[in-house]
């Protein structure tokens, strides 16, 4: 069996197309929405609204982790605007293009910048959406649990750490463990680039610890300290590279 897996697609359908090629299967672990590139400052849902200056100011906020100063800053961007349908209207032109990118058969699970409440009018037959849920592929058990938890961000899928926890509790033992955010731990949650620690889950942690599943594959951080390390006797990848690189993570077995 070949799986290929990927996470923080952020608008990247062109590679998305072909990310299931070769494999049995395409799991996702969210972020399909790209709403401000933090690289290339031009692409993004608030640049094409509110242009690139804006853009820049508004990651220069963030990035200095003024976040008060950041949400003050858009709130006037936004004054006078319905804020959310005009992200809703620009999120469902990027679903429209991603989810018709999916292969069959799709694992796929949310990231906290996407929108679950649209998703059921984009997966297509052939893409299981699981959050707190499991799925037998080629004889292992995979768990998923979408979203990521509390922060000053305050992007749209976040959820309290007990909710989150419980959802990784009802998992129960998997094989292959998959979430959008990382376990909590420093080599893991620091983005390298952003120049800081993004958060992670310690109730994730302590179910890899006690349940020692084979794998356990997450996403969240775009350029962390370590892409994997072992927890006990799981291998941790972070496979949320594939806006930049176009490129699956590979598990064979």
């Not at 069996?1 to 990247?12: I, K, L, T």
């Not at 349940?211 to 300290?225: I, N, S």
């Not at 390390?229 to 941790?236: D, F, K, L, V």
């Amino acid at each position: 069996m070949r799986v290929h897996v990927v996470s923080d697609v952020h608008g990247n359908s062109r590679d998305l197309r072909k990310a299931g090629d070769g494999a049995d299967a395409l799991i996702c672990l969210g972020d399909l929405v790209l709403f401000l590139d933090y690289a290339d400052h031009s692409r993004g849902i608030f640049p094409d609204l509110f242009g690139v200056e804006n853009a820049h100011r508004i990651v220069e906020l963030r990035t200095a982790r003024r976040f008060q100063e950041a949400r003050e800053f858009g709130n006037r961007l936004w004054d006078g605007m319905d804020r959310e349908a005009a992200i809703e209207s620009a999120v469902r032109r990027q679903y429209a293009e991603l989810f018709a990118a999916f292969p069959t058969p799709t694992y796929a699970t949310y990231g906290n910048v996407d929108i679950p409440k649209l998703w059921p009018e984009y997966a297509r037959p052939g893409t299981t959406v699981l959050d707190g849920g499991r799925a037998e592929i080629g004889g292992l058990v995979f768990g998923f649990v979408g979203g990521g938890l509390r922060t000053p961000m305050r992007t749209p899928y976040e959820i309290d750490d007990e909710a989150y926890a419980a959802k990784i509790a009802a998992l129960g033992e998997v094989d292959v463990l998959c979430t959008h955010i990382p376990p909590d731990t420093p080599e893991l949650c620091y983005d390298t680039v952003a120049r800081r620690f993004e958060r992670g889950s310690a109730a994730l942690l302590d179910a890899i610890r006690a349940t020692r599943p084979r794998y356990a594959l997450f996403g969240h951080v775009h350029q962390p300290l370590a892409r994997r390390m072992r927890i006990g006797a799981t291998e941790c990848v972070n496979v949320g590279h594939f806006a930049s690189t176009g490129t699956p993570w590979t598990l064979e077995w």
